[in-house]
């Protein structure tokens, strides 16, 4: 019988039929849906996020991988209740105000519900208003924002500016990323933290809610 | 002593060049454009860039807004376009023309970091830097004109372009292109370029600065992009619509690909700048290359972008314009 560490390497290898027969083997032989998702599924994408990060690992297999995981995800979702899917957390995410690019956030964002993450996608061009009515609606822990130009990154501090009046800022962590943007400049503007790259943005946000 | 006298009527090729394509390869990729343009259609972000596609010929779908270009008005955009653009100098000695084959070079960045070089610091950039490379770059005679570098990182970022041309056209004479965000900033450059030239005629005859708008990969206008386009052109001024594809990040992993969707992307700039005035001298701009599939960065010193930028040159002088490539 094939066993929860040959699911996350079929994860890795970024076989989506591997991921497909041996989630479906496991649901029938009744194995426990929580540790498919959590030591099958996620325990796979958590060593492509060291292996990306290493440079051991390509995006496009990256991408394999997530794929993989996610199609292995939804054969378990039918038999778990919302409350049962195990999260690491929700993360709010999007790019900011007047920018269209989002290469990074997507890479960052399926990096981060490959690692156990719920990921609300909001999208490019993302003014500060909008980050606070989503932030009112989605109630996440985290609120991620992007930028590639140095003209759009002071949309980061108007953003958390905007929280801080409406009184949400407490009630929620902000991480900040992109080309021009640095430790510094997020330590400038209040921002809870920085990372340079997806695979250590997943780490940060594992890190802010320990 | 043997006598080799000159050759007539014999053919010879001038300088260097790499030749990636045949005429028929390059008629594939327009096709392929073609289809793209009509079917696809681009983001355009724009409302006012959408009334101008949409009274040029194009279907436009304001809901999402889709800007679909049918064949006739791609070639009629091509046929406009002027073959020959001359980009000028506060001094007349620096002015440049470009065409077809004949090779010019510049500057060209958007560096945010720079190594200081008194103290050896690596910091942000600043507006003094800006100077200092334009005092480079004029001094240098390779040089034919200015392009910026690196970005004002001092200075408040809505401002930094105006920045930017005050402290380049301040410490050059020759030719310098401008990068506006939107129509505001736009308005402002030309206004100060008038300023220098002494009056908005003077300007049009002798186009001391041209622009450069950015498409977006894959097939997108940005607002930004849309309204720098229609100012320059409303002005008669140059226009370098540059796209930067990354090919398996924003465009297809083949070259031919990447070459397909960096075209619509362009050439939707340029069927713009035509159909906001027609004859309105434009650039084909390429800084296209590929994504690093280790890092997700862009790199542009690595050996396809010189393919790409060859390919990209044969695309252009196909067309009959001139163009700027990324040199790495």
Redesign the interface.
């Known amino acids: 019988m094939a066993s929860l560490e040959d699911l996350a390497r079929e994860v890795e290898s970024g076989s989506e039929d591997g991921v497909r027969a041996l989630t479906n083997q496991m649901i029938a032989d009744g194995v426990d849906p929580g540790a498919i998702i959590n030591q099958g599924l996620i325990a796979g994408m958590n060593a492509v996020g060291v292996r990306f990060k290493a ?1 051991d690992m ?3 297999e990256v991408l394999m991988a997530a794929k993989a995981m996610g199609s292995g995800v939804e054969l378990v979702k039918p038999l778990l209740s919302e409350a049962d899917m195990p999260a690491e957390g929700k993360v709010l995410i999007g790019t900011v105000e ?1 920018d ?2 989002d ?2 956030k997507n ?1 960052v964002a399926m990096m981060m519900e490959g690692v156990g993450f719920t990921v609300v996608d909001l999208g490019v061009d993302i003014s500060p208003e909008d980050f606070v009515e989503a932030v009112k609606l989605h109630k996440p822990d985290i609120l991620g924002m992007s930028a590639l130009l ?2 759009t ?2 949309g980061m501090e108007d953003t958390i500016e905007a929280l801080e009046e409406e009184g949400l800022r407490d009630q929620v962590k902000i991480i900040i990323g992109g ?2 943007i640095s430790q510094e400049f997020a330590d400038d503007i209040g921002a809870d933290g920085y990372a340079p ?2 695979a250590s943005a997943a780490d940060l946000c594992k890190q802010l809610l320990s | 002593m043997v006598k080799r006298n000159v050759s007539a009527g014999r053919s010879a090729w001038q300088g260097f060049g790499l030749k990636i394509f045949s005429d028929d390869d390059l008629y594939q990729i327009h096709l392929a454009t073609l289809e793209v343009l009509e079917h696809s259609g681009l983001y355009v ?1 724009s409302n006012e860039a959408m009334d101008i596609f949409e009274n040029g010929g194009c279907k436009v779908d304001r809901q999402q807004k889709k800007v679909r270009i049918p064949a006739y008005v791609v070639e009629d955009a091509l046929n406009s376009a002027p073959q020959k653009v001359v980009l000028c100098g506060r001094d007349p000695e620096k002015d440049l023309v470009l065409e077809a084959n004949r090779v010019n070079f510049c500057p060209f960045g958007e560096g ?1 970091m720079v190594n200081d070089p008194e103290t050896g610091e690596y910091r942000k950039s600043t507006k003094a830097d800006i100077a200092n490379v334009a005092k480079l770059v004029d001094g240098l005679d390779e040089y034919d004109m200015l392009e910026f570098t690196i ?1 004002a ?1 001092d200075v408040n ?2 401002t ?1 372009c105006l920045h930017t041309y005050e402290a380049t056209v301040a410490n050059t004479s020759k030719h310098i292109p401008q990068s506006p ?1 939107d129509a505001e900033t736009a308005k402002i450059l030309i206004e100060m370029a008038e300023a220098v030239a002494g009056g908005k005629e003077k300007l049009q005859q002798r186009p001391i600065v041209s622009g450069c708008a950015c498409p ?1 990969s894959p097939l ?1 206008l ?1 607002r ?1 992009c849309c309204e720098a386009i229609i100012e320059y052109a409303r002005a008669g001024l140059p226009m370098n619509v540059l796209s930067m594809a ?1 090919a ?3 465009s297809p992993v083949t070259l031919a690909g990447t070459l397909v969707t960096h075209n619509c992307e362009v050439l939707g700039g340029h069927i713009l700048a035509q159909l906001t005035r027609r004859g309105t001298p434009v650039i084909y701009g390429s800084s296209t290359t590929i ?1 690093d ?4 960065t862009a790199t542009v010193g690595c050996p396809e972008l010189g393919m790409i930028s060859a390919a990209v040159a044969q695309m252009a002088q196909y067309y009959l314009l001139p163009s700027y490539v990324a040199g790495g």
């Open positions: 440079g390509f995006v496009p007047g269209l690019h290469i990074g890479l140095t003209t990154m002071p080309a021009p790259d997806a | 972000q945010i970005a990182r970022p809505k930094a965000d977006q997108s940005s930004g990354m398996g990040g924003s994504l599939l280790r890092r997700a």
